[in-house]
């Protein structure tokens, strides 16, 4: 995440969200619309990332619930190439789940006994 986006939640401000939503709705924008002729400070930016970014700073924001899909889906987006930010998605998503005291994630119930 870049200092000038994700700053207010990094930070620790908690009463940001909507500012650092913002913003990070902003800076998508304009990665779309610079397409493929993205500066080259961020040319390295994929759509796994603009998955992940908003899902840490949804983290940092105490909003756990939509970070966790927005971690979900930068995962599923990254290629194998990237086994190194895979790990740090997966630091990012375990740090969610502990910040809600939930040390791993929550199980679906277990199925009904057939009567």
Known sequence: MTKEIGAPAEQG???QPRAVLRALSAAEQHLSDAGDDR???CAWVSEAD???DPGQALVDLG???VARQLIAEGE???PTARDKTRGMFLA???ASFLD???PSPPQPPPPSPCS
């Open 92 to 94: 990012y998503r375990a």
């Open 13 to 15: 401000d908690k009463r």
């Open 63 to 65: 909003d756990t619930g």
């Open 50 to 52: 603009l998955a992940l």
């Open 39 to 41: 500066p080259a400070w």
């Open 100 to 102: 809600l005291k939930e």
């Open 76 to 78: 599923r987006l990254l």
